[in-house]
């Protein structure tokens, strides 16, 4: 794995420069962490895309500050996503990242050839005891993340990296990430979409039920529903053999399903 920083986001990469000939997934965490959530996918996927794992700004590596809301991340990846050079951008994300995701297939559609949502919603409220924990015991919120994210069958593990990189940010970053979560709702724009879209949902996700991703398959126009067994709302690094299958699968589609080459013909 490689890593840079571009206009002051720091990127876990597959292959620097990208290569022009396959598309680039932009990958996109979720509330308080970093692109530690995407090592499997930069290691495993790398021969069939450009896998770039952003730190959101003010995570991480990244420069600050952080932003406010949904929106202004999505801002920030449209001004990150051509300066990156690769062709076909697809935008790729969990839980907030996913938000993010959606909001630049809403906000700028002309940047991106199609998203991936994993462990999201078109709306993403969020329960007060998240909060309460964040401000009174955050270890203990950080510690309690295999019982509250994961599936009971997975390997607790497996998070730690991810629940290392969260306490690093720090409770303020979660905090903030969670209140852009809270006020995030376009339920009522999913229509607007026209890229295609991969929806994957995890059987035992309670933060972000199967239900949420139900919902953007039905009012996405192009997009498909892939559900994990055995999985929760960190699916990337809870089944990333799953997860990575399911991205091959759709990727191999894509072209015909987007009506357009993928690669430096687009
Ligand atoms: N997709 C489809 N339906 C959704 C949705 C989504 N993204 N978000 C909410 N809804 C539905 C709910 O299922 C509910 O439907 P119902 O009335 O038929 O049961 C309705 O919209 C209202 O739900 P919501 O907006 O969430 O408000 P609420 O006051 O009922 O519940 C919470 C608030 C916080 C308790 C609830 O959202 C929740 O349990 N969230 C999941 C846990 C969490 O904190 N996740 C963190 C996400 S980052």
Not at 73 to 96: E, T
Request: charged share 15%; with cysteine; aromatic share 6%.
């Amino acid at each position: 794995m490689q890593t840079d920083t571009v206009r002051g986001y720091f990127l876990r990469l597959s292959a620097w420069p990208l290569a022009s000939e396959k598309p680039t997934l932009v990958m996109l965490h979720g509330s308080g962490s970093t692109g530690v959530l995407w090592e499997a996918q930069v290691a495993d996927l790398a021969d069939v895309a450009n896998v770039v794992a952003v730190d959101l700004a003010g995570h991480g590596l990244s420069e600050g500050p952080l932003a406010a809301s949904v929106e202004e991340y999505a801002a920030g990846i449209a001004g990150l996503v051509p300066v990156l050079g690769g062709s076909n951008a697809i935008v790729c994300g969990l839980s907030l990242g996913g938000a993010i995701a959606l909001q630049v297939l809403l906000d700028h559609p002309d940047l991106v050839a199609g998203g991936v949502l994993l462990g999201t919603g078109a709306r993403l409220r969020v329960m007060p005891m998240i909060f309460q924990m964040i401000e009174h015991d955050f270890a203990g919120f950080v510690r309690g993340m295999p019982v509250g994210a994961a599936s009971p069958k997975s390997d607790p593990a497996l998070l730690a990296p991810l629940m290392a990189a969260i306490s690093e940010n720090g409770p303020e970053v979660s905090a903030s990430d969670f209140r852009a979560c809270d006020a995030f709702d376009v339920l009522d724009r999913l229509s607007e979409i026209d890229r295609p879209v991969l929806v994957v949902s995890g059987e035992d996700d309670r933060l972000t039920p199967p239900k949420y991703s139900s919902f953007l398959a039905e009012h996405i126009a192009n997009a498909r529903l892939t559900t994990l067994p055995d999985a929760g709302h960190l699916s990337a690094v809870e089944r990333p053999d799953a997860v990575n299958q399911a991205i091959r699968g759709w990727l191999a589609e894509l072209p015909a399903r987007f009506g357009a080459p993928l690669g430096g013909a687009a």
